[in-house]
Nanobody, 120 residues
Framework: QVQVVESGGGLVQAGGSLRLSCATS????????MGWYRQAPGKQRETVAT???????TYADSVKGRFAISRDNGKNTMYLQMNTLKPEDTAVYYC??????????????WGQGTQVTVSS
């Protein structure tokens, strides 16, 4: 079993910054892929940023230049530094982690989400 827990969300004014964290724990042999996703009210979940074990990153066009994803492989933790936040960034942010357990079973785990609200 692999647990994923997000933290760091909150209320911030437009132009402000927040740093989200995603901690993983449990039966993990190797963490291959992690990603941040978000879902705003009435909208579908969308990919915000992803990062592989070798630190290859991708970003949604809407956050390029403002958000930065990173990970600490030693701690199996991922971060999302969000700068110059806009009201349209308001959403629940979810962390996804994929990899391999010691049993050789693959896992694909999601967190419960953390709310980010940007006021204008």
């Amino acid at each position: 079993q692999v647990q994923v827990v997000e933290s760091g969300g909150g209320l911030v004014q437009a132009g402000g910054s927040l740093r989200l964290s995603c901690a993983t724990s449990g039966s993990i042999f190797r963490l291959d892929f992690m990603g941040w996703y978000r879902q705003a009210p009435g909208k579908q979940r969308e990919t915000v940023a992803t990062i592989t074990r070798s630190d290859t990153t991708t970003y949604a066009d809407s956050v390029k230049g403002r958000f930065a994803i990173s990970r600490d492989n030693g701690k199996n933790t991922m971060y999302l530094q969000m700068n110059t936040l806009k009201p349209e960034d308001t959403a629940v942010y979810y962390c996804n982690a994929r990899g391999l357990q010691p049993s050789s079973f693959q896992f694909n785990s999601w967190g419960q989400g953390t709310q980010v609200t940007v006021s204008s």
